[in-house]
């Protein structure tokens, strides 16, 4: 056979024809059948078998492929009107003119070589040769044939690229995609092209596999359930038994006698209906009858009667918690005005119902008077408009609720015990959920009923827990509650938490309104900043501050020590804790702003002697301080201590954390370079702001503090032990300020003194937060002279008198009085002259007046 040749064409719709490949093929169209006649009169039966590009009737030129293969006509059965071929494909072939003879297609047809690999033994082009065998004959065991006849025949194939166009023929594959793999020339290209094939063939028979078994599984499983059901239900037949006819009965009993809203009324007796017409075996029979139950279990119209007195709910107060004295007033505050309210309340209803009566009394008497007409209808107008306008205001008019109650404050502090507290007070029921970690927002609203598993929210729960409409509510920890894809929960917590709207509550699962108005809501957090803004304006916020020292060691002597020794079973005659070990305790081995790590502490100081008791060792019947480091071992807890010596360039300032309040140092010093500022400490942006703002107020009356210019040629370095922990706040302004003029003037810093305070340019000293906090841990430092902004002096009612009376405090509002107390040997330098000095000061102290007009 020549390279070029003209043959017939026989146009293929949706199939493509391979070398080395038989395949029967149904000819039926006219120009085909005389193409089919015209191969075989020229006697060598060879034709171009080219697929079609669209599936047409008429096919063209322009709709056939260029590259086909040429095949050779074998057996041939002819029908009516239609001819069964069976075709052997030769070789590849490329149509170089395709035209129409004598009613048929004719092509000029060049034959195309494969073309070979340049190694044949190349271990990558071996390898991938027989991935393509070991992959066909698993795709062949997968369609069904049988695994000696796949072997079989690809075994007899000649050559890589044989084997590649027998398996190709093979793929259910589009055509384009087939004649994709035809038009590969390259042998191994084509035969990495048949593997993806392969391979992605069978993915999808795993895939299909797989479905089949889990429906074939679960239609075993259904059936089995099924006369698992059945033999059940016969069982109990025989037995006598009908518990579930009698339980739906009481169920529909107890619904019955709901006081429901009408709209959840509809829905429960449309429910109802559905439930009585199910199969009791059904899956959705569970699903109604466990929302049913659930309906049923809810406090629609039970509530808690009170008995709230002032002067026994501060006793309780008392009598939980030591402190707090400031949180407390507001409590009481907070329940006086809930007791008034309800006082109102409950007259608004009587004259309510008074005046009901005596309007219905009224109509009665109009309606028995026949003697009168006209004046009996004058007196029924007059006494039916006034009446019922009250009683409908009475009745359309909600009581206003008070706030809703946020406490704020540091870990161990007592926000949740005060809550609890409060219920006893008021004699309500007390439920508590914490919403730490909440992401969903079904953990509020719950999930609907469409889901497999739903369940109400926590709000319902909550409220079937507790059993009675008017519970005291506790949601600990909502400033831990974060957004996902899956909602937020803080934006569902604004309607419950929102009086105007909390009295119509749509929990998903229960579909219909509950009212949340009688709900006492009490929230706590740690940090306020991480509370949304809507859901905090919602809320009245009650600041807890941490304790002092002598208030943790009267909480020790009153709750924590007989608690711990109830726990660890020791006798209270048997071991007495002296206060001077519990401030050891609570100074050496705790630093908190609560109390919860104290308690660990006893905790661990009572298991110690209960040791010994239980061993029959000689027990120890007083704990003093020295026996605190024998039991506990070293201290765990370093805090700062003040300076023995006052330094050049280094200041003590103060600072606040969520643990209570402390000292801290600034530590400058300067050295050769190129006038630089230079900060390390983990310092955030605003830290480093307020020491830029020093570094030029220092600068700028540096003539007044006597700092050569040639200092601030040096580069000066800013350093806030300790470096590893992260530091941030205005309020160490003016101690920055301080230990850069110290450091640059040469003037020590008086070791005895801490301050702390903002500063701006022009040496205002501005307010700051945490003074109690503040002051308590620089007492605590040893420190006993303080300075404070101007603005802060309220401030320090805060502070315990006792605490007051051992501090001397300076509250100023200007750094140079600030430098003046706390640089006693910093002398100002006079300015020269009256008008430069009024220009660069522009907001003078009347010191600085005095000096410039002395000058």
Known sequence: MSDTLTLPVLPLRDTVMFPGVQAPIRVGRPETLRAVQAAIDHGERLVFAVAQ????????????????????????????????????????????????????????????DDMPPADPKDPVFQGLLRELRDRALELGQRVGFPEEMVSQVLAEVEGPGRLADLVASYLDIAHQEQQALLETLSVEERLRRVLVHVQRQISVHEAQEDIQSKVQQELGDRQREMVLREQLKAIRKELGETDEGEELDELREQLEELDLPQE?????????????????????????RNYLET??????????????????????LDQDHYGLRDVKDRILEYLAVHKLRQKAAEEAESKAAIEAEAKAQVQADGDGDVDDGSGADESDSSATSEPTGAGAGAQEERVPHGPILLFVGPPGVGKTSIAKSIARAMGREYVRVSLGGARDEADIRGHRRTYVGAMPGRIIKGMKQAGSKNPVFLLDEVDKVGASYQGDPAAALLEVLDPAQNDSFVDHYLGVPFDLSEVLFIATANFIENIPGPLRDRMEVVDFTGYTENEKLEIARRYLVPRQMREMAVDSG??????????????????????????????????????????????ISKLTAADVRTLLGRSKVHPEVALLEQQVGVATGMFYTPAGGDILFVEVTTM???????????LGDVMKESARAAWSYAKSRAAEFGIEPKEFEQDVHVHVPAGAIPKDGPSAGVTMATALISAMSGVPVRHDLAMTGEITLSGRVLAIGGIKEKVLGAVRSGIREIILPKENEADLEDIPAEVRESLKIHALERLDDVLDVALPGLRPRPAQGLPEKLITTPVASPRELTETVSS
């Not at 322009?62 to 069964?84: D, W, Y």
């Not at 309906?295 to 309780?316: D, G």
């Not at 048997?574 to 919860?596: M, Q």
């Not at 190129?674 to 900060?679: D, F, R, S, T, Y």
């Open 574 to 619: 048997a071991l007495e804790i002296t206060d001077e070990a519990i401030a050891a305790v609570i100074t050496l081995y705790t630093r908190e702003a609560g109390v919860r790590q104290l308690e660990r502490e006893i905790g661990k100081l009572c298991r110690k002697v209960a040791r010994k008791i239980a061993s029959g060792e000689e027990g």
């Open 295 to 316: 309906i049923s279990e809810l406090p629609w119209n039970h509530r808690t009667k009170e008995h709230l007195e002032l002067p026994q709910a501060a006793e309780v």
């Open 264 to 288: 959840a009324r509809k829905e429960i007796d449309r429910e109802l209906g559905r439930l009585g017409r199910m199969n009791r075996e059904s899956m959705e029979y569970q699903v109604v």
């Open 672 to 682: 050769p370079g190129k006038g630089e500022l230079l900060l390390t400490g983990q």
């Open 53 to 112: 590009r669209e599936n047409v009737e008429q096919a063209t030129a322009e709709n056939l492929f260029t590259i086909g293969t040429i095949a050779r006509i074998g057996h041939m059965q002819k029908g009516r009107g239609v001819v069964q071929l069976l075709l052997e494909g030769r070789s590849r072939g490329i149509a170089f003119r395709i035209s129409s003879k004598d009613g048929h297609l004719e092509a000029v047809v060049r034959k195309a």
